[in-house]
């Protein structure tokens, strides 16, 4: 069974730093792009970052978070990281990861005050 696990989300102040990780199972993790999303309410899901799969050579940004964000992965752990520097109230959503397009989290929430 495959499962995958956000985590490393709260509350932080405008200019603050976050990292997020995401924890697969069940799965051969190298062998699938890694890709971060977020989603606020009444919006559509937002695509962040994308990381190629086994040695993650290449890596892709929203206009929004280039930057300022750095999407990572530890093949050994099976997990993906995003680190958010800078953030900004407008970065506050739900941030999911995927494998590819076949697998999701359930999402963790990044609030970010004025």
């Known amino acids: 069974q495959v499962q995958v696990v956000e985590s490393g989300g709260g509350l932080v102040q405008t200019g603050g730093s976050l990292r997020l990780s995401c924890a697969a199972s069940g799965v051969s993790f190298r062998s699938y792009d890694m890709h971060w999303y977020r989603q606020t309410p009444g919006k559509q899901r937002e695509w962040v970052a994308t990381i190629s799969d086994n040695s993650g050579a290449y890596r892709t940004y929203a206009d929004s978070v280039k930057g300022r964000f750095t999407i990572s992965r530890d093949n050994a752990k099976n997990t993906a990281y995003l680190q958010m520097n800078s953030l900004k109230p407008e970065d506050t959503a739900l941030y999911f990861c995927?494998?590819?397009?076949?697998?999701w989290g359930q999402g963790t929430q990044v609030t970010v005050s004025s």
């Open positions: 995927a494998l590819g397009a076949k697998y």
